[in-house]
């Protein structure tokens, strides 16, 4: 099947827009970009006048069946937010609290310009189902810890269900799945179990997804607990041999940095999360200048509460300035950088980022026909300033609309809230 984009302004790679032009895609790829229209015929054309076509986003840290907790212990650090309030109900969670928090989480994602997302989760069988059914691109991973001392790594059943995670999506040979291994943090872990479950994992190959460094408390309590911070915890451990996508990293310090820069890790701002449980501010210009990659991601919905990645580029953009005194950090392309083709390299997606004959059909349409959006001076900061995840239009991975003009394509939205009713009154 191919399809024509037509009259369509197109953000380039070096973030300049082409006016009026034409995106050919064919089948997953995208196979004419210019100004001109191709010679070739297209089986279908879609006219895009008043639209911008944009590269999809990368959602690099997210819990997507947390949905089902949005708000739940607001007000509340992030020690007594996760042990007091969300633990003890994600302990009751059952695989349908889990696919329909996962999908409700997609729904928000491609009706915002995602096109996918890195995830950390248990039960991760039922998110990845979801994922393959609504036709999203997803890393994930099934997260291990462990609180007893005394407990072996032969005994941890979350080792055990990780690797097969790892096993069971290589063996479905589908490119849009990705599988990744997880250590849920330090502070949630014992050092016996993440050196064995390193060792392992460096055996098969793979990217680590964990939680770093994300408040002062868990950053100084396991200087207390170990004599160094979390970052070099992970590094004498061997997690770093692998390429690890470090979530939040607030408290890094400057001798993390170097270890982070040599060790290839790609680090995610979640700005709104970090806000809101009170945990600061990334230092992401001195990661930025140091020559680590940086990404950035919602966090779950319990923490944010929304998997907007326009508000949270938007944030991320203007904290830091306020904060340093200096509006010259973090400009609007660093941003959109972050958002496109740094997840996507971060993810291990070759061909995927751009908007590039010969790379993976994931386009966004947004919508430029809206007064916040005009006059359009420089379209970067109109993306990174202006736009709202709800003037994106349309939705489209691997050359396949999810979503567009309000509908979702791929899954079902009455569905989906006939069921999050039931497991609401199920869980409370």
């Not at 915890?233 to 270890?259: K, N, Q, R, S």
């Amino acid at each position: 099947m191919k399809l024509l984009f037509k009259n369509a302004s197109i953000l380039m790679e070096d973030w300049s827009v082409l006016k009026n032009g034409f995106l050919g895609i064919d089948g997953d790829t995208i196979c004419y970009l210019g100004q001109e229209r191709p010679q070739e015929d297209f089986d279908s054309e879609k006219d895009m006048s008043g639209k911008l076509l944009i590269p999809g986003l990368y959602n690099m840290h997210a819990h997507s069946p947390m949905s089902i907790l949005r708000g739940i212990g607001s007000g509340l650090p992030l020690d007594k937010w996760l042990f007091d309030s969300i633990f003890p109900i994600e302990a009751r969670m059952t695989p349908e609290d889990i696919a329909v928090g996962t999908r409700l989480n997609m729904m928000e994602m491609v009706a915002s310009g995602t096109v996918s997302f890195t995830d950390m989760y248990d039960q991760t069988w039922v998110t990845l189902d979801e994922v393959d059914k609504a036709g999203m691109k997803a890393n994930l991973c099934r997260p291990i810890q462990c609180f007893d001392p005394s407990e072996t790594y032969e005994d941890n059943f979350r080792s055990k269900e990780s690797i097969k995670l790892y096993h069971d999506i290589n063996a479905m040979n589908n490119s849009r799945i990705k599988a990744d291994f997880s250590i849920h943090g330090e502070y949630t872990n014992q050092p016996h179990i993440v050196a064995a479950y390193a060792e392992e994992c460096n055996k098969l190959g793979g990217r680590v997804h964990l939680h770093l460094s994300e408040t002062k408390k868990e950053h100084e309590e396991c200087k207390q607990r170990h004599g160094k911070t979390p970052a070099r915890f992970f590094y004498d451990l061997g997690t770093m041999e692998l390429p690890v996508i470090a979530a939040h990293c607030v408290w890094v310090e400057d001798d993390d940095l170097v270890l982070l820069k040599e060790k290839n890790v790609t680090c995610v701002h979640n700005p709104t999360s970090n806000m809101k449980l009170g945990s600061g501010f990334m230092p992401s210009q001195k990661i930025k200048d140091a020559g680590i990659r940086l990404c950035i991601g919602t966090d779950g919905d319990a923490s944010n509460n929304n998997q907007d990645l326009f508000e949270e580029m938007h944030l991320a953009a203007v904290l830091h300035k306020g904060y340093h005194l200096d509006p010259t950090m973090l400009e609007a392309t660093d941003l959109l950088t972050m958002a496109t083709v740094n997840g996507a390299e971060a993810q291990g997606r070759e061909n995927c980022g751009k908007l590039k004959v010969g790379y993976k059909a994931d386009v966004v349409a947004v919508d430029m026909d809206r007064p916040h959006m005009m006059p359009a001076h420089d379209v970067p900061s109109l993306l990174t300033y202006s736009a709202h995840g709800s003037d994106v239009v349309m939705t489209m991975v691997d050359g396949k609309i999810l979503y567009e003009n309000g509908v979702f394509l791929t899954m079902d939205w009455e569905k989906t809230k006939f069921e999050l009713d039931a497991c609401m009154k199920r869980l409370f």
